[in-house]
């Protein structure tokens, strides 16, 4: 036997109810101005859920040398053609911003610091991984070194062609955040970034900028070339 | 007849966990079209006309904005048919012989559909769908976070593994979903009933038979 369904004044209204705001937010949000607002703030909070879930002491999972993806796979939002070429005899890192003492250093003032060598996962925001080993200095070392304001929010990274991008200052100390001189145990190649990259497991790619010529200390959203695109900024893993 | 005792199979609490999920459901399958055509791993593409976001960057607006809705949602389905289980139609027992009975019957529209009872085919794809649901949920934080919870990483079968176990249990639900459908199609007052509410008569034992 079959029981019949009886509808309610209330569930009608109810459901009535529901199908008009959801047909109203529909068509207001087909409109990009009005999607805007929202899509911004749903990031923002993916940015707050992902600074509580990252743990300043959990490590990259590390990855046995014979798991390294050759050939490791150029990516930039140019062709490889267009890549910097940057003289390393003349090339300067500068450091300033929130920083006891603003320097400006050359490379073998970097190559003469203490070296940390990680062999960890790449992963792009368009979804592809690949395993590398990259060895330099941990950005934490170097920031104590110019007396950097560690209760600072931000760190920001500006680049030879134009790139510039910008990463929380937890992040930032993590004992994997390095800024590597050398990949697969030689100087980078101009591909992956000579000749200083940052590399940063708990970041995705987009965030390992290539080509670093400055590193500012700020508490002023600094945003990047990609976040103010519209990718989302805290970018963790 | 004054005192007949009700019960409403679509409570409103359902029915709005139900759209909720569905839309969040649908966003985050079309969304993941355009974030699956960034960096295919099969020899395939979607079209752009069903990729909500267009490119990367909309689609993962999209997607990490559906993901809270989505896990809202679900969370909500589960926790009110746990609290609910005795009102809820069972979802067990499943018998093979039954189900094999009854999918005969669907296929010569002898189906007969009785309110707030699930019969054994039903149940099977319920279940299947939650599965599949925890499933894309569970791959979906592993992608999301592969170094936060690297524990659940490595039970997934690590990063590259979890981006396959993501795809395919969307491509499950798209199945469950077609089904879902067809069974709507064939029996349109269920739709009425999700979209409404309504209230059936409470019999003092729910009979099982078809």
């Known amino acids: 036997m079959t029981e019949r369904l009886q509808p309610t004044r209330r569930g009608v209204i109810g459901g009535l109810a529901g199908m008009t705001l959801a047909g109203g937010a529909a068509a207001v949000l087909s409109i990009p101005v009005m999607r805007r607002p929202l899509l911004d703030a749903a990031s923002q909070w993916n940015d707050k859920v992902q600074a509580a879930l990252f743990q300043p002491d959990r490590l990259a999972p590390l990855y046995q040398e014979t798991e390294i993806t050759r050939p490791f796979r150029y990516n930039a939002f140019y062709p490889e053609a267009y890549a910097p070429k940057l003289d390393p005899d003349t090339w300067r890192l500068g450091v300033s911003g929130r920083v006891a003492r603003g320097t400006s250093f050359q490379l073998d003032d970097l190559r003469r610091m203490p070296q940390e060598a990680q062999v960890t996962r790449l992963i792009c925001i368009e979804g592809w991984s690949a395993v590398g080993k990259w060895s330099g200095v941990r950005l934490g070392r170097l920031l104590d070194l110019v007396g950097g304001d560690a209760e600072a929010r931000y760190v920001k990274f500006e680049c030879a062609e134009g790139y510039t991008t910008s990463i929380d200052m937890a992040s930032a100390r993590h004992p994997q955040t390095i800024l590597a001189l050398d990949f697969l145990d030689q100087p980078l190649p101009r591909a992956f970034g000579a000749p200083l990259r940052l590399r940063i497991p708990t970041k995705l790619g987009f965030k390992n900028a290539k080509y670093i010529t400055k590193i500012i200390v700020t508490n002023d959203y600094p945003g990047g070339y990609w976040e103010d695109q519209g990718y989302n900024w805290f970018a963790g893993l | ?210």
Not at chain 2, 37 to 57: C, E, M, Q, R
């Open chain 2, 1 to 210: 007849m004054r005192q007949i005792k009700h019960r409403s199979p679509h409570a409103l609490w359902l029915r709005l966990a139900h759209w909720t999920l569905a839309i969040s459901t649908l966003g985050l399958i079309s969304s993941g079209f355009a974030i699956f055509n960034a960096a295919p791993f099969y020899d395939i593409s979607f079209p752009t006309v069903i990729a909500l976001g267009t490119d990367l960057t909309g689609a993962l607006r999209w997607h990490f904005l559906f993901i809270w809705t989505f896990a809202g949602s679900l969370s909500l389905l589960i926790l009110g048919r746990l609290i609910k289980t005795r009102s809820a139609p069972p979802l067990i027992p499943i018998r093979a012989s039954k189900v094999r009975v009854e999918i005969v019957d669907t296929f010569r529209l002898k189906l007969a559909h009785q309110p707030g009872v699930y019969i054994h085919t039903q149940r099977l794809l319920y279940l299947g769908c939650f599965a599949l649901l925890a499933l894309a949920l569970l791959s979906g934080l592993v992608l999301w976070k592969p170094v936060q919870l690297q524990a659940l990483a490595s039970v997934v079968g690590g990063y590259e593994l979890a981006r396959r176990i993501h795809f395919w249990s969307m491509t499950g639900l798209g199945a469950f979903i077609a089904v879902h459908l067809t069974m709507v199609l064939v029996a349109p007052s269920t739709l009425l009933g999700m979209l409404f509410g309504a209230r059936v008569p409470r019999s003092e034992k729910s009979s099982e038979k078809s």
